[in-house]
């Protein structure tokens, strides 16, 4: 087997594209005319099918006509094919019985696609795979060796478009989430241990652009104003726990709370280390104990009395609510405001408030 065109096509897993970095090289490799990959979802009738190709100008120019005319032609989207065989279109068709396979070949003979094989490389991610590559009459049909070729390297090709369709699955999940955090309000960044960028949401990103509380320069995270000092010391000393400033600018109060990713600084020391969420305090919203215990890491006590403070209770009332008496609950607050770094009460009170605490709803 040919072992330089199996690195080539597990080195365009890190290509700009993919995918159509694969179908080049796979195009190259067979001398062919244009090589294409079709993604299809399991569930799926076949409209939602999604194509990547390398090819000739001239079968780039008849892709409309293949898109929108002739693909319902196509013998790989009604033929069963297996996973450990190659298929050519004379296999797949039969021009003398079925006018329509007829009025396809001719169709390939056209743009220059007269030869070609068809794989099905199998199932990922809930999609289905299949490779076909072409040739035009002048260069001739693929021979059996070329056809053995292309089997021995298909679980090669399963492989690498597995990575690829794990990366596109986890970039859409990525920014599933991102884009939920934005819809809650919530400016999230992802930052590397000397606050490099990593990851930002559309907020975030907004956020930069306007110049407000936060500013990017030479692709680290900056916090402004009185803050900053605290924010760098933050990033290179560590952070054990959650911490949560406070900035006002022009007048209006952000709230910006850094979260540490545990665990993601062992071994080689890379990745995200730090999570920064960014948000304005323009309502209260309706809180949960057990949002308020999760967020802030507090007991089940404090984080009762830090809700019954948030809605307006001073301590005597809350210590008659929870039956305990001012000494206690005098206690449970200078807990509750050591875990969460703050320093009066007040400051607590408008930490619950911000829209951070929707994060845990």
Not at 42 to 68: H, S
Not at 299 to 307: D, F, G, I, N, Q
Not at 336 to 352: E, F, I, K, Y
Request: aromatic letters at 8%; a neutral charge.
């Amino acid at each position: 087997m040919d072992t330089d065109i199996i690195g080539a096509i597990y080195d365009c897993v890190d290509a700009q594209q993919p995918w159509q970095s694969m179908a080049g090289r796979i195009r190259s490799h067979f001398n062919a005319t244009g090589a294409l990959f079709k993604l299809s979802p399991v569930a799926d009738d076949g409209d939602g099918a999604r194509f990547i190709y390398d090819a000739t100008p001239a079968l780039c120019e008849n892709w409309p006509a293949y898109n929108n005319v002739y693909r319902h032609l196509d013998p790989t989207c009604h033929r069963a094919m297996r996973s450990d065989t190659v298929y050519d279109l004379p296999t797949l068709l039969s021009p003398g019985q079925d006018r329509r396979h007829s009025e396809y070949m001719a169709f390939c003979q056209s743009i220059g696609a007269a030869n070609a094989l068809f794989a099905y490389l199998g199932e990922n991610r809930g999609m289905r795979m299949w490779l076909s590559i072409s040739r035009d009459e002048k260069q001739g049909a693929f021979d059996d060796d070329e056809m053995r070729g292309l089997i021995n390297l298909m679980p090669h090709l399963y492989r690498t478009a597995s990575i690829q369709l794990m990366r596109d699955t986890d970039r859409c999940v990525a920014r599933a989430f991102a884009d939920a955090l934005a819809d809650l309000g919530t400016a999230s960044f992802v930052l590397a241990a000397d606050g490099q960028i990593l990851g930002s949401n559309r907020l975030a990103d907004a956020l930069l652009m306007e110049g407000g509380p936060c500013y990017e320069f030479k692709g680290r995270l900056h916090i402004g104003g009185k803050v900053q000092r605290r924010f760098r010391d933050i990033l290179r000393k560590g952070l054990q726990g959650n911490l949560l400033f406070e900035e006002e600018v022009a007048g209006q109060p952000f709230f910006i709370l850094v979260t540490p990713r545990s665990g993601t600084m062992d071994g080689i020391g890379c990745g995200a280390a730090y999570m920064v969420h960014v948000e304005s305090s323009t309502s209260l919203p309706k809180l949960d104990i057990e949002a308020l215990r999760r967020r802030f890491g507090l007991s089940w006590a404090e984080a009762r009395l830090t809700h019954y403070l948030a809605h307006g209770m001073t301590l005597a009332d809350a210590a008659v609510e929870m039956g305990v008496t001012a000494a206690t609950i005098r206690t449970y607050c200078k807990r509750a405001l050591g875990r969460m770094g703050l320093a009066r009460q007040a400051d607590l009170v408008r930490a619950v408030q911000s829209n951070l605490l929707r994060l845990d709803h």
